[in-house]
Structure formats: C-alpha cells, structure tokens
C-alpha cells in the first residue's frame, strides 16, 4: 500500500457506492434516513459519551464543538450528502490524520462503544442503520495504529503492573 492511498476507512464498499431507491425515487442514504438532522444527532450522542470517557476524552481538545463539526462532516459526505468536508479539509486519509494518537484497541472499543450507543438510538430504518454501523466498525478497526508493526509490545503496552 502506497502512502497516497485511502485508507478502507475512507473507501466506500461497492455494495454501498450503489444508489439507494427510497419512494421509487434514486437518493443517496444520506438523503434516505432524513440527512442532517440524523448525523447531527449522531456525533451529539457520540461526543456526549466520550465527553465522560476516561480512554478517550484526554485525546481531543477541552472544545469539543469543532471535533463534532469534523466528525459530522466526513459522515455525511462519506453517505452521499455535501462534500463540506473534503471542500474545507482536502481528502480525508483518515489513517494519516490518526497518526498523532496512539489508537490501540483499547481506544478503538472505547470509541466503538460510544458510537454503538449512539447508532443504537438513531430513528432510522434497520437497513440504513446495519449499514451505518458496518462502516464505522470497519472503520474503527482500520484506525488501530498502536503497537506500531514491528513494534516491541512489552515496551508499549503501557504500564508494567506486575
Ligand atoms: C478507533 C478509534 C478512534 C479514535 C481513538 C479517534 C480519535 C480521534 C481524535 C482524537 C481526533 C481529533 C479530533 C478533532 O480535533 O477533529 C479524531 C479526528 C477525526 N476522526 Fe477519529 N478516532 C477514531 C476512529 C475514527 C473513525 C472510525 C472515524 C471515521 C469513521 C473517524 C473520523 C475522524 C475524523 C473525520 C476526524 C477529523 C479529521 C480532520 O479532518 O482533522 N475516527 N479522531
């Protein structure tokens, strides 16, 4: 894999790139569970959670406001709805982007469980949320950086409690 290469967090699966049909009309699934308002709620309820998460909250900055704002923007393009993001971000090579933590698997399911809850309680039908979901775990699990490969894990595991 080459550097300038998406990572699969940012590539849609064939299966969804195709249009979905809603009312007999084509639309995006961005367009066919409400837009906006229902990936708006859903990084409100993600962010409330990792608000009080011990794992994540010390990695984003005290304003939370912006980070919602990115999050937000990413998952509406990434369903078929405005290219904000990459408008005012440029590609989202969302690996890149996660090097300057370190995302172990701890941080993933910490992360995982805050969205869980939050894909849980969108009003959408089951299909859109089954697909949603897969993404973000998919996602999730890309994203994992810690240990580096090649990396001594008993140097980086954190600290020795024996
Ligand atoms: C695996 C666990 C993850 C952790 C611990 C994590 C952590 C973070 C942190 C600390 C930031 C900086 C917040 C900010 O200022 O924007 C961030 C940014 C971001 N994350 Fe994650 N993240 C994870 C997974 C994901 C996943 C699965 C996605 C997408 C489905 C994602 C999408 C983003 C986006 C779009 C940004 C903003 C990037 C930018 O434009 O700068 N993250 N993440």
Redesign the pocket.
């Given at each position: 894999m080459t550097a300038s290469r998406p990572s699969s967090?940012d590539r849609q699966p064939d299966r969804l790139q195709r249009p979905l049909v809603h009312d007999g009309r084509v639309s995006s699934l961005y367009d066919a569970v409400g837009g906006e308002p229902v990936f708006r709620q859903l990084v409100e309820d993600f962010y409330a959670g990792v608000a009080d998460d011990p794992v994540?909250r010390p990695?984003?900055?005290e304003d939370l406001e912006?980070?919602k704002v990115?999050?937000r923007m990413?998952?509406e393009q990434y369903w078929g709805g405005p290219t904000t993001?990459s408008d005012q971000?440029g590609h989202?090579r969302?690996r890149m982007?996660?090097v300057a933590?370190q995302?172990g698997i701890r941080?993933?399911d910490?992360?995982?469980s805050h969205m869980l809850a939050a894909v849980t309680r969108l009003d959408v039908p089951d299909d859109a949320r089954a697909a949603i979901w897969d993404?973000?775990e998919r996602?999730?699990h890309s994203?994992?950086n810690w240990p580096p490969p090649g990396g001594d894990p008993s140097t980086v595991a954190g600290p020795d409690l024996s």
């Open positions: 967090a994540l990695l984003y900055e912006p980070a990115r999050l990413f998952l993001y971000r989202p969302l982007r996660h933590w995302v941080e993933r910490a992360w995982l993404h973000l996602a999730a994203l994992v």
